[in-house]
């Protein structure tokens, strides 16, 4: 997908699950244009930093040992701490004080690792906002749900589709009809941007009342910038979820996708019963696949025609997204 716009824009990305990081396990990833390497040291924090190693330019993540809260590089053995800092060199009285690799910013919440990336490596401008609390009228307690991975994630690598696109879906009520085959056409209640989120209430009409405002379904979404989307639904069941994507470099990205369902009364098992799983992957967790049917082959139109009842929220989320591009493409 060719877009006008930069694949490296400013915000909060996820990168993983948080059982994907092991304590004293260094492990390479590719994100935003960067190879960075991510470890949990042993006292459980997770870090993550510029991936080669600033004497002879060694991936850590490929044979990096973690050695207490720091990474240690499998050539010469420098090591390197969670500030970016070398803090020792086996065969130097020393460390190179002047040496530093970059830093991310990395926060976990419930199970989800987000990295803060800015172009030029400034410190979090913003908070990335927390998945529960953020919807504070329904269940907030993390152990009403079942955890969302393994069983309840998805993630679909390197597909060619730019964080801006899931975004705008957020303000297409209509195409759930036709992508995600709802019965019913639902409609967009509600959209409200504040400084760096956006925050979106669709409806699903009621069949069963003679009144037009009652909603059988209504889901909120909070875009945390382009990173992705929080969102609760309010309905039959009541569940939530997270649906982000991370670009890994120009033209394509990582899509992440995690479901917190209730529990069943007195269960403490760690995943769903078989009968429950099999209904959501049918009915939920694949409704990835759905809007990939369409993004992979999609094309950006710059200056869309648009219908009368799209173009007002599409156009402002569009204008709202532009400040998250702090270069220009190709920088």
Known sequence: MKVPFTWRPTGWFMI???????????????????????????????????????????????????NGDCVECPFHGWIWGP????????????????????????REQ????????????????????????LYPQY????????????????????????????GENAADSMHF????????????????ADDHGWL??????????????????RIHSYLFGLGGAISAFD???NYRLIFATTPVEDGCSDMFYSIWWPRLPGDTAETPPADVLERLEKEFLSTLDDDLEIW??????????MAVQDAKPYMAYRRWATQFYEIAPGE
């Open 296 to 305: 992979r082959y999609q094309d950006y139109i710059e200056h869309p025609v």
């Open 83 to 106: 500030d970016g800092r070398n803090r020792y060199i086996p065969y130097q009285d020393r460390p190179n004080r002047a040496a530093a690799l970059r830093v991310y910013p990395v």
């Open 235 to 237: 309905g039959a069941d």
């Open 200 to 217: 979106f209430e669709t409806g699903w009409p009621d069949r069963r009342s003679d009144d037009p405002n009652a909603m059988a379904l």
């Open 110 to 133: 419930y199970g989800c690792v987000f990295l803060w990336h800015q172009p030029d490596g400034a410190a979090p401008s913003w908070e990335m906002p927390d998945i529960f609390r």
């Open 139 to 166: 269940e907030t307690d993390p152990a009403a749900y079942y955890p969302p991975y393994p069983a309840l994630s998805r993630k679909s690598q390197r597909e060619p589709v730019h964080p801006q696109i899931p």
């Open 16 to 66: 993983g699950w948080s059982q994907e990081f092991p304590t004293g396990q260094a492990r390479p990833l590719r994100y935003l244009g960067e190879d960075l390497v991510a470890y949990r040291g042993d006292d459980g924090a997770l870090h993550v930093l510029q991936a080669h190693c600033r004497h002879l330019g060694a991936h850590l993540g490929h044979g990096g040992k973690v």
């Open 177 to 192: 009809r036709y992508v995600h085959h709802a019965t019913v056409t639902p409609v967009l209640l509600d959209w409200q």
